[in-house]
């Protein structure tokens, strides 16, 4: 293949510039420059004073794993992308021909953030951000968890006591270390309730429970710009209701707080009130009577608001592929974040797209 000179990298630039390189519009709309500090006290990288080679740029390795979160990329498919699409390279501050980071230095950098827990602070960092350009957390806030997927673990009743008992891998397979090391201790089953429909009858159909195994992601968005504002990574099998103050925000400048019927309790009723929130949580069907009309008429309306944070969700496992492939729920908190931060990067782009037009 005949080699191309620099007027002819230039030119295919160009050409992807002109055919609207989304990359070129997240480096436009995210400065990703507010995340250096945040990374650079997480990595502690030295000054080089021992010598060996050069750490790769924070800022580009951490554009790394936002791409990946985006495109369900494995680390091993990204050390090739980044060296076979041009876009990807220029995004990245890469020079083509130079040495691009391979998957094992993609995996370190993530276990490195892990150990640190710093996409806490990355998110927050970027939620700063927002707010100084005026995206304020407003017109309440709606508060919803999602089931995200792991491998199934095959254990005997013995070994899944002993997980729920609270042991260790390391302690209930002591003398398989391989095995041990490939065992997820924190990830839980549970059941997922499909709702049936009517039959044609009109007999109500029978509800289905779908066994799910992984963990459960818990998030609070807000009404008026719909970005994640404060996100919980729990085990599967943990109640939705259990999370809605480890999500909910004092921040926002209204009020209500929407949330399905899992969430409504005694309990987390008065607990929004001493927060100074108001309760928008949808009503539960009494038991062995029809719910009344005013009551199906009201959580109508909850519902056309709270089903807003589905689009999140979907945009997530549909689009995104948000899919836990590693071990241990503190790898899965920084799966799950990229994640969020990811869909914050996306919606960022969709307001600054529509302020552009209007």
């Known amino acids: 293949m005949r080699q191309a000179g620099l007027f002819g990298l230039s030119e295919q630039l160009k050409r992807l510039s002109d055919c609207g390189d989304p990359l070129e519009t997240m480096a436009r709309v995210v400065d990703f420059e507010l995340f250096r500090a945040g990374l650079e006290k997480a990595l502690a990288y030295g000054d080089g004073a021992k010598g060996g080679r050069p750490s790769y740029d924070p800022v580009a390795m951490f554009k790394i794993l ?9 680390d091993a498919r990204m050390e090739f992308l980044i060296r076979d699409r041009l876009s990807w390279l220029r995004f990245l501050g890469f020079d083509l021909g130079a040495a691009t980071p391979d998957e094992n230095t993609i995996r370190l950098f993530r276990e490195k953030l892990t150990r640190a827990g710093a996409i806490d602070t990355l998110f927050a960092a970027f939620d700063r951000s927002l707010r100084e350009r005026g995206y304020l957390p407003m017109g309440g806030q709606i508060v919803d968890a999602t089931l995200v997927a792991a491998p199934k ?14 042991r260790t891998a390391a302690q209930i397979w002591p003398d398989e270390p391989a095995r041990a090391a490939q065992k997820d201790t924190d990830a839980r089953w549970t059941l997922k309730f499909a709702k049936a429909r009517t039959l044609p009858d009109g007999r109500p159909g029978v ?17 008026r710009y719909g970005f994640i504002r404060r996100g919980k990574v729990t085990d599967g099998a943990r109640f939705d ?27 987390n009723e008065a607990w929004l009130r001493s927060m100074g929130r108001v309760s928008r949580i949808h009503r539960k069907k009494p038991r062995g009577k029809p719910m009344s009309p005013r009551t199906a008429a009201a959580n109508a309306k909850r519902s056309a608001v ?5 689009h999140v969700f979907a945009r997530q496992k549909d689009q995104m592929g948000l899919f836990i492939r590693t071990i241990g729920i503190a790898r899965a908190e920084v799966k799950v974040g990229l994640a969020n931060l990811a869909y914050n990067i996306d919606r960022l782009i969709f307001h600054e797209r529509r302020a552009a037009m209007g």
Not at 66 to 74: E, F, G, M, P
Not at 207 to 215: Q, R
């Open 306 to 310: 709270r089903s807003r944070i589905e």
């Open 153 to 166: 673990q095959r254990n005997t009743a013995a070994e899944r006591d002993a997980i729920k008992g609270g």
């Open 241 to 267: 209701g259990r999370m809605l103050r480890d999500v909910v925000t004092r921040d926002n400048t209204a009020s209500d707080v929407w949330a399905d019927t899992a969430y409504r309790s005694r309990a």
């Open 66 to 74: 936002v791409l990946a979160a985006q495109n369900t990329v494995s």
């Open 207 to 223: 509800d289905i429970a779908i066994p799910s195994f992984g963990y459960k992601s818990s998030i609070a968005i807000c009404r």
